[in-house]
């Protein structure tokens, strides 16, 4: 079985903060994939990224940070220099690499204050 | 444009009737995903087929049925014996690394 938590219902942050989003995942399967979706108030889900069970290098893109630590069983999500437009609920999910199979946690509600 | 296209996006439903909600791809992926999305709960997975003409139950199926005719098409109809239909639902398709989500159509029961 496999659980993703995302402890942070919603967070609340004045534009220019940082802010990091947790996620913990609970899974059987030795290799797996983790993601990270952005939905905005439009309803579709937004790629962010994927990161394989094998690579814990963690990875910067622009403003977006990722934390992977596999001993803690989390990829976090950072956001630099927050922006009004990063408003949006995130989700972190699991895959299994043998199946195709999405698990996602139950998203955190971010609200960037102007 | 290539994507994942769902319809109705609102859709409308009275209590005791069957409604069909449309999802096409034209990504040629051969994984599609039917995700359910309440308030405060996150996505849950009611359907998923891997391959033309055949699919599996997810976590919360029941009340729900799918079919997979074509690779382009994957349509979830719910059911009346689905007790609590009203929420927001998303299809989704997959290469295996990425998941790419319509949409989304959310229905109400009036």
């Known amino acids: 079985a496999q659980k993703v938590t995302q402890a942070q219902t919603e967070i609340s942050v004045v534009e220019k903060e940082d802010v990091t989003l947790d996620c913990v995942y609970e899974?059987?399967?030795?290799?797996?994939?983790l993601f990270w979706y952005k939905q905005p108030p439009s309803g579709e889900l937004v790629f962010l990224i994927r990161r394989n069970s094998f690579d814990e290098q963690n990875e910067i893109s622009g403003r977006y940070s990722w934390n992977f630590q596999k001993s803690t069983s989390s990829f976090n999500f950072t956001i630099t220099a927050s922006q009004v437009v990063d408003s949006a609920v995130y989700f972190c999910a699991l895959s299994p690499t043998t199946r195709r199979q999405l698990t996602f946690g139950s998203g955190t509600q971010l609200t960037v204050l102007p | 444009d290539g994507g994942i296209t769902q319809s109705p996006k609102y859709l409308f439903r009275k209590e005791g009737q069957n409604v069909t909600l449309s999802c096409e791809q034209n990504l040629n992926h051969d994984a599609m995903y039917w995700y359910r999305q309440d308030p405060g709960q996150g996505l849950r997975l009611i359907y998923y087929s891997q391959i033309v003409n055949d699919f599996q139950k997810g976590d919360i199926a029941e009340g729900y049925s799918v079919s997979r005719e074509k690779k382009e098409s994957f349509p979830l109809t719910v059911t009346s014996a689905q007790k609590n239909p009203t929420a927001f639902y998303l299809c989704?398709?997959?290469?295996?690394?990425?998941?790419?989500f319509g949409q989304g159509t959310r229905l109400t029961v009036v």
């Open positions: 989704a398709s997959s290469t295996g690394l990425e998941a790419f």
């Open positions: 899974t059987r399967d030795t290799t797996y994939y």
